[in-house]
């Protein structure tokens, strides 16, 4: 069973950090590119950050040199570490994984992170 569950959410002051955690299973990890997306209230999902196979990286322009996206393939998690947060940061975040080779996809099921004073 392919399960992608998401922690580390929660609410923060202006300017704050958070860590947010995907753990993966029911599938082959280091196969798969990486995603961190958002929804915020009222707003499409937007892609935030992504690690591919290789570990590259590649980060939306509302997030560069703020956020930073990582992964341990032994322990098969995904990181999201989130500095100098901002209110507009505030939304439901979502793990996705992605194999490039196929169509398969697959997201976890959120977590919300609030940046209010």
């Known amino acids: 069973q392919v399960q992608l569950v998401e922690s580390g959410g929660g609410l923060v002051q202006p300017g704050g950090s958070l860590r947010l955690s995907c753990v993966a299973s029911?599938?082959?990890?280091?196969?798969?590119?990486m995603k961190w997306y958002r929804q915020g209230p009222g707003q499409e999902r937007e892609l935030v950050a992504t690690?591919?196979?290789?570990?590259?990286?590649n980060y939306a322009d509302s997030v560069k040199g703020r956020f930073t996206i990582s992964r341990d393939n032994a322990v098969r998690t995904v990181f999201l570490q989130m500095n100098s947060l901002q209110p507009e940061d505030t939304a439901v975040y979502y793990c996705?994984?992605?194999?490039?080779?196929?169509?398969?996809?697959?997201w976890g099921q959120g977590t919300q992170v609030t940046v209010s004073s």
């Open positions: 996705n994984a992605r194999n490039p080779l196929n169509t398969n996809e697959y």
């Open positions: 029911g599938f082959i990890f280091e196969w798969y590119d």
């Open positions: 690690i591919i196979r290789t570990s590259d990286t």
